[in-house]
């Protein structure tokens, strides 16, 4: 993987004043990588061999899931022990206590909660301590920018919801088109469309559907308010716009999808023959039934082809009850209405499986077993055994501790559902799935290559 620019590629090594009877030279070594998922290490040096060191991070970040939400500060702590060397690999070394235990690479990052309520001004800092015995040794601090430097925001008037952000340089590049929802949170033009630019891409965001609960966004006007019969076909709109593009290699287009634009991605990968690439995290292996305001259970479909809607697998009457207990803010299981469905509708199972072994290109899955949104982890199965007896690979992540939400890179503890040890889990399957998720669109459009 290749490092980030811009100096995001640091070694800081800064060292400080010890208390009396501490080695003098302690000293941080903090480097950036810019490898997704796990692109900061951290390791400590020159403390007593086999001392006991508290290592505490601090961040300002802005919680993008919370409208209103102020940047706040967070911060984490941890425990080491230093070995014989008298260092300490947060990589490696498992953490004693604090923030989270045991050995993980992000758990200084992902394990980070609010400093106080009190807002603060955005900083692209990192900030980093070690103290033994309550008592800071050294410190250090990495600056880690949100946005490279030439990313471009282009609105398109012909697709609405839609905008190009081209990566920059001359010649052509590989694109990715990012499938979702309406942008709202600008989530994905701060985080996810920058460090996919920094790789090498130019990326396509594609929305499917409007606000559909909420104040209407005007990015998206035109677009489907529920999520009934949203059109695959539409998005050969975005590649004929991509291919007026000197910039775009239009052997080169990917397509990336999460949860419901995961499925939408899957099959929109059986009806386009110029999709080279696919990542569908947390998909379907079927079409389901729509869903949204005024909809009635059992009458729609959530896609359509043509202006034909798809065959689909509708859910089960206890849909009512699960969403009943979402409107109450209280823990609901989607998944059970729709396992429901389909073992009560098997014939419709058939009809509306995703024909994934039709694709010939190039696929990633990602799914967890714990999934309550829907069996992810199955789906992800299905799929993959069905490419299997047509003679096709797939490269795929089965994540038996996470449940639903294994998209981001794993850093950002805004971006965390559970609690208590799932949440570590699901930080783990963040990071990894996306580790892997770039891994495989560089491997097959081969960024800055041919």
């Given at each position: 993987m290749k490092r980030r620019s811009l100096a995001l590629a640091i070694t800081a090594?800064?060292?400080?004043?010890?208390?009396?009877?501490?080695?003098?030279?302690?000293?941080?070594?903090?480097?950036?990588?810019?490898?997704?998922?796990?692109?900061?290490?951290?390791?400590?040096?020159?403390?007593?061999?086999?001392s006991e060191v508290e290592i505490r991070v601090q961040r300002s970040i802005k919680h993008y899931y919370r409208r209103g939400t102020p940047i706040l500060r967070y911060q984490s702590a941890a425990r080491f022990k230093a070995d014989e060397d008298g260092r300490v690999d947060v990589t490696t070394s498992p953490s004693l206590g604090g923030s989270y235990n045991g050995i993980d690479p992000n758990g200084l990052f992902w394990s980070m909660q609010p400093v106080s309520e009190e807002a603060v001004e955005a900083d692209d800092k990192i900030y980093f301590e070690a103290l033994i015995a309550g008592t800071r040794v050294t410190s250090t601090s990495l600056e880690l920018p949100m946005q490279p430097a030439a990313v471009e925001i282009i609105e398109i008037e012909s697709l609405p919801g839609s905008f190009f952000a081209p990566h920059p340089g001359p010649g052509k590049h590989p694109t990715l088109i990012l499938v979702d929802g309406p942008d709202t949170l600008g989530l994905s033009r701060a985080v996810e469309i920058p460090q996919l630019v920094e790789q090498g891409y130019s990326i396509l965001y594609f929305a499917t559907y409007s606000v559909i609960f909420g104040a209407p966004d005007k990015a998206t006007n035109g677009l489907p308010t529920r999520y009934v019969d949203i059109p695959i076909d539409r998005l050969q709109e975005a590649y004929d716009w991509l291919a007026q593009q000197a910039s775009v290699d239009t052997d080169r287009i990917g397509l990336y999808g999460f949860s419901r634009n995961g499925?939408?991605?899957?099959?929109?990968?059986?009806?386009?023959?110029?999709?080279?690439?696919?990542?569908?995290?947390?998909?379907?292996?079927?079409?389901?039934?729509?869903?949204g305001p005024q909809v009635r259970l059992g009458t729609t479909s959530s896609y359509s082809w043509k202006g034909e809607p798809l065959p689909y697998v509708p859910y089960s009457d206890n849909y009512f009850r699960e969403t009943a207990?979402?409107?109450?803010?209280?823990?609901?299981?989607?998944?059970?209405?729709?396992?429901?469905?389909?073992?009560?509708?098997?014939?419709?199972?058939?009809a509306a499986r995703i024909p994934i072994e039709s694709y010939r290109g190039s696929l990633f899955l990602a799914g967890g077993e714990q999934d309550n949104m829907w069996s992810a982890g199955h789906m992800v199965q299905n799929m993959v055994e069905r490419r299997a007896e047509a003679g096709l690979k797939t490269e795929f992540l089965v994540l038996p501790d996470a449940g639903h939400n294994v998209i981001s890179d794993g850093m950002d503890p805004t971006r965390l559902l559970e609690e208590g040890t799932a949440r570590a889990a699901e930080a783990q399957a963040q990071s990894q799935t996306w580790a892997a998720t770039i891994a495989f669109f560089n491997k097959v459009l081969k960024p800055g290559g041919s």
């Open positions: 090594l800064i060292a400080a004043l010890a208390p009396a009877g501490v080695a003098q030279a302690q000293s941080f070594e903090v480097e950036a990588t810019g490898t997704p998922g796990q692109n900061i290490k951290v390791m400590l040096a020159d403390v007593p061999p086999g499925a939408y991605v899957v099959l929109a990968a059986t009806r386009f023959e110029w999709i080279r690439a696919v990542a569908g995290i947390s998909p379907s292996d079927v079409v389901w039934e729509g869903w207990k979402l409107a109450r803010r209280e823990p609901a299981r989607l998944r059970t209405p729709m396992d429901e469905g389909r073992w009560q509708n098997p014939d419709r199972v058939a």
